[in-house]
């Protein structure tokens, strides 16, 4: 999966992260508007005075009209709101033991039904607000002892959404995927312009390594497409050995510069139709140091001088120029080595004609742990067993 496809699946998952929290806000918020319009009653045995809603209902003075044989109360009340809400649309209903009249009343509607009062506020003050009281007030004029002796309070309640825990879990969730998501689009975005510019440069230095290869295999009539073919096989061993794409294409790359120091042999040896005298064969093998210098530098691709420097090293220690053997030898350098004999042995040369497959196959066995390191030589097998090599190239 590239970086853009992965980025992609990155803002839908937030989108989708923000639309769960989204959702789960809306439900906290439905659940306190839904508490808000429920009736809560309560009665004086039950009321909480620390925490809750009741009423106090005091005599603040009391007389005896001889006349009538009544008994006038004055009664000063207030609904006491100790709870955390504002409560709202309060009704008092008091129970009166025995006969009863309202004589006069203040700050509420007054109603009566049977033995029962029932107060309702007025516009001024029908919202207690939270931890505040409202207060009320009437003369009752009774018969014998008759006194209020129970009352029920009846309010709906302004439920305060922000005091709900899993709301601020919400919005604080809600928050911090909103600023990874602007974050991670942000750079998201400069990646994709990095990733693009990287690419542009990747496809130039390719095109560069490309050209560079030809001019490489152009000194040698016999030769000529051998680098590229190297560089692909070189990348289809670093496949099947399970290597990441990345290192499949440094590999690549480097393949396509393993022979880069031969432009420092002369062409009367590169060509020479016959057999090489002891020192032309030096000279030719003083190619992988003229290419380990050339390439030293080069830092866009890591270790690519290995591969010019080391592609003729031996397993077993015999080959050249430092003599370095086994894993002394570095990864790059054993794949290249086992691609570039491949493409030597299945290419026309100036002394010999191309081998046949089997024989091919034969010869890598029988140099697997002498020349080639023994891990890599299956994998070369496999390729040709599976027919995936030799390949064409365009020269």
Same mark, same amino acid.
Request: with cysteine.
């Given at each position: 999966?590239?970086?853009? #496809?992965?980025?992609?699946?990155?803002?839908?998952? !937030?989108?989708?992260? &923000? =639309?769960?929290?989204?959702?789960?806000?809306?439900?906290?918020?439905?659940?306190?508007? $839904?508490?808000? @319009?429920?009736?809560?009653?309560?009665?004086? /045995?039950?009321?909480?005075?620390?925490?809750?809603?009741?009423?106090?209902?005091?005599?603040?003075?009391?007389? &005896?009209?001889?006349?009538?044989?009544?008994?006038?109360?004055?009664?000063? =009340?207030?609904?006491?709101?100790?709870?955390?809400?504002?409560?709202?649309?309060?009704?008092?209903?008091?129970?009166?033991?025995?006969?009863?009249?309202?004589?006069?009343?203040? +700050?509420?509607? !007054?109603?009566?039904?049977?033995? *029962?009062? &029932?107060?309702?506020?007025?516009? *001024?003050?029908?919202?207690?607000?939270?931890?505040?009281?409202?207060?009320?007030?009437?003369?009752?004029?009774?018969?014998?002892?008759?006194?209020?002796?129970? *009352?029920?309070?009846?309010?709906?309640?302004? $439920?305060?959404?922000?005091?709900?825990?899993?709301?601020?879990?919400?919005?604080?969730?809600?928050?911090?995927?909103?600023?990874?998501?602007?974050?991670?689009?942000? !750079?998201?975005?400069?990646?994709?312009?990095?990733?693009?510019?990287?690419?542009?440069?990747?496809?130039?230095? %390719?095109? #560069?390594?490309?050209?560079?290869?030809?001019?490489?295999?152009?000194?040698?009539?016999?030769?000529?497409?051998?680098?590229?073919?190297?560089?692909?096989?070189?990348?289809?061993?670093? %496949?099947?050995?399970?290597?990441?794409?990345?290192?499949?294409?440094?590999? *690549?790359?480097?393949?396509?510069?393993?022979?880069?120091?031969?432009?420092?042999?002369?062409?009367?040896?590169?060509?020479?139709?016959? /057999?090489?005298?002891?020192?032309?064969?030096?000279?030719?093998?003083?190619?992988? %140091?003229?290419?380990?210098?050339?390439?030293?530098?080069?830092?866009?691709?890591?270790?690519?001088?290995?591969?010019?420097?080391?592609?003729?090293?031996?397993?077993?220690?015999?080959?050249? +120029?430092?003599?370095? +053997?086994?894993?002394?030898?570095?990864?790059?350098?054993?794949?290249?080595?086992?691609?570039? #004999?491949?493409?030597?042995?299945? +290419?026309?040369? =100036?002394?010999? @004609?191309?081998?046949?497959?089997?024989?091919?196959?034969?010869?890598?066995?029988? =140099?697997?742990? @002498?020349?080639?390191?023994?891990?890599?030589?299956? !994998?070369?097998? /496999?390729?040709?067993?599976?027919?995936?090599?030799?390949?064409?190239?365009?020269?």
């Amino acid at each position: 999966m590239d970086s853009q #496809s992965k980025h992609k699946k990155r803002i839908v998952a !937030y989108l989708i992260s &923000l =639309c769960v929290v989204a959702i789960v806000l809306l439900i906290v918020y439905l659940y306190h508007n $839904s508490v808000s @319009k429920n009736e809560y009653v309560i009665s004086g /045995k039950d009321a909480d005075t620390d925490n809750g809603v009741y009423l106090i209902n005091e005599i603040s003075k009391s007389w &005896l009209e001889r006349e009538g044989g009544l008994l006038g109360a004055e009664y000063d =009340c207030m609904i006491v709101n100790r709870t955390k809400d504002d409560i709202y649309d309060w009704t008092v209903t008091m129970h009166v033991d025995g006969e009863y009249e309202i004589d006069s009343d203040w +700050s509420g509607i !007054y109603d009566t039904d049977g033995s *029962y009062i &029932l107060v309702r506020p007025m516009e *001024y003050n029908e919202t207690v607000e939270k931890n505040d009281e409202q207060t009320f007030g009437f003369i009752l004029h009774t018969r014998g002892k008759a006194v209020i002796d129970s *009352y029920e309070v009846s309010y709906f309640r302004n $439920s305060d959404v922000r005091r709900d825990p899993l709301f601020w879990i919400a919005v604080c969730l809600l928050g911090i995927i909103m600023i990874l998501g602007v974050t991670d689009i942000y !750079y998201g975005q400069r990646y994709m312009i990095l990733q693009k510019a990287h690419e542009e440069n990747n496809t130039i230095l %390719e095109q #560069s390594f490309t050209t560079f290869a030809k001019i490489i295999d152009a000194k040698d009539s016999y030769t000529k497409g051998h680098s590229m073919r190297v560089a692909i096989y070189s990348r289809l061993l670093a %496949e099947e050995m399970g290597l990441s794409k990345e290192e499949q294409h440094r590999i *690549y790359m480097i393949g396509m510069m393993h022979d880069i120091g031969k432009i420092g042999v002369t062409d009367a040896i590169l060509n020479k139709p016959g /057999k090489l005298d002891n020192f032309e064969r030096e000279v030719i093998q003083t190619h992988v %140091e003229v290419g380990g210098d050339i390439l030293k530098d080069l830092s866009a691709i890591p270790d690519i001088a290995d591969g010019a420097r080391y592609h003729h090293e031996r397993w077993d220690g015999a080959g050249y +120029s430092e003599h370095l +053997s086994g894993e002394e030898i570095p990864l790059i350098a054993r794949i290249i080595c086992v691609a570039d #004999s491949f493409d030597a042995m299945s +290419s026309e040369r =100036c002394y010999r @004609k191309s081998l046949s497959m089997p024989l091919i196959r034969e010869e890598l066995e029988a =140099c697997s742990g @002498k020349q080639f390191d023994p891990g890599i030589v299956p !994998y070369m097998i /496999k390729l040709i067993d599976e027919e995936k090599v030799p390949v064409a190239v365009d020269i």
